[in-house]
Nanobody
Framework: QVQLVESGGGSVQAGGSLRLSCAAS????????MGWFRQAPGKEREGVAV???????SYADSVKGRFTISQDNAKNTVYLQMNSLKPEDTARYYC???????????????????????WGKGTLVTVAS
């Protein structure tokens, strides 16, 4: 059974930084992609960043240059380093995985979150102005 467990959320002042972690277990798909998505109150879920098995990354325009997604394959963990945080980054952040992203490529999933196969329960990030 695939499990994704997020950690690292919290409250921070605008301009600050946080690092989210997602520990994955229960799957061994060779062509997977993993990503971070977020949902603010009253808004739809949106893609933030995606990384494939080979380390290729994609980002939403709103976070480019501020957020960095990375992975540690030995630990089955994906990270999201968030710098220069803004109040509009406030949301619940979810880790998600898809069994294979060969057909569409990782960047496609930024705007097609519903196509991800597995989801964590999320971690809350609050950025105060």
């Amino acid at each position: 059974q695939v499990q994704l467990v997020e950690s690292g959320g919290g409250s921070v002042q605008a301009g600050g930084s946080l690092r989210l972690s997602c520990a994955a277990s229960g799957y061994t798909y060779r062509s997977y992609c993993m990503g971070w998505f977020r949902q603010a109150p009253g808004k739809e879920r949106e893609g933030v960043a995606v990384i494939d098995r080979d380390g290729r990354t994609s980002y939403a325009d709103s976070v480019k240059g501020r957020f960095t997604i990375s992975q540690d394959n030995a630990k089955n963990t994906v990270y999201l380093q968030m710098n220069s945080l803004k109040p509009e980054d406030t949301a619940r952040y979810y880790c998600a995985a898809v069994r294979s992203c060969i057909t569409y490529g990782g960047s496609w999933y930024i705007s097609h979150h519903y196509a991800m196969d597995y989801w964590g329960k999320g971690t809350l990030v609050t950025v105060a102005s």
